[in-house]
């Protein structure tokens, strides 16, 4: 079902972030905004621990909302470069 956030999909998601994050922070900076990227991986982390706090309060729909604010984090941190990632599966890059 495309209208329903279900366990697995939920479950993917937190998988594809947490990959992504690993990623990017293991990633190089191609630009001078160090104090940012810290910031963005602060940001990131922050909104995945409040998808595993909803997820155990069985607030679906928040946890799903709070990774695809993460992932909206990470995405735009590959574009800025603050993350050098190439990985098309991941992000949205390349």
Same mark, same amino acid.
């Given at each position: 079902? /495309?209208? /329903?956030?279900?366990?697995?999909?939920?479950?993917?998601?937190?998988? %594809?972030?947490?990959?992504?994050?690993?990623?990017?922070?293991?990633?190089?900076?191609?630009?001078?905004?160090?104090?940012?990227?810290?910031?963005?991986?602060?940001?990131?982390?922050?909104?995945?621990?409040?998808?595993?706090? $909803?997820?155990?309060?069985?607030?679906? %729909?928040?946890?799903?909302?709070?990774?695809?604010?993460?992932?909206?984090?990470?995405?735009?941190?590959?574009?800025?470069?603050?993350?050098?990632?190439? #990985?098309?599966?991941? $992000?949205?890059? #390349?």
């Amino acid at each position: 079902m /495309q209208d /329903q956030i279900t366990d697995e999909k939920l479950e993917k998601y937190f998988s %594809v972030t947490k990959k992504a994050l690993e990623k990017a922070k293991a990633s190089s900076n191609r630009t001078s905004l160090e104090k940012e990227r810290l910031d963005f991986i602060d940001m990131i982390e922050r909104y995945l621990s409040d998808a595993e706090h $909803f997820e155990k309060k069985g607030e679906i %729909v928040n946890a799903f909302a709070a990774l695809n604010y993460a992932h909206g984090w990470l995405d735009a941190g590959a574009r800025l470069g603050i993350f050098d990632v190439h #990985d098309s599966k991941l $992000f949205t890059v #390349d």
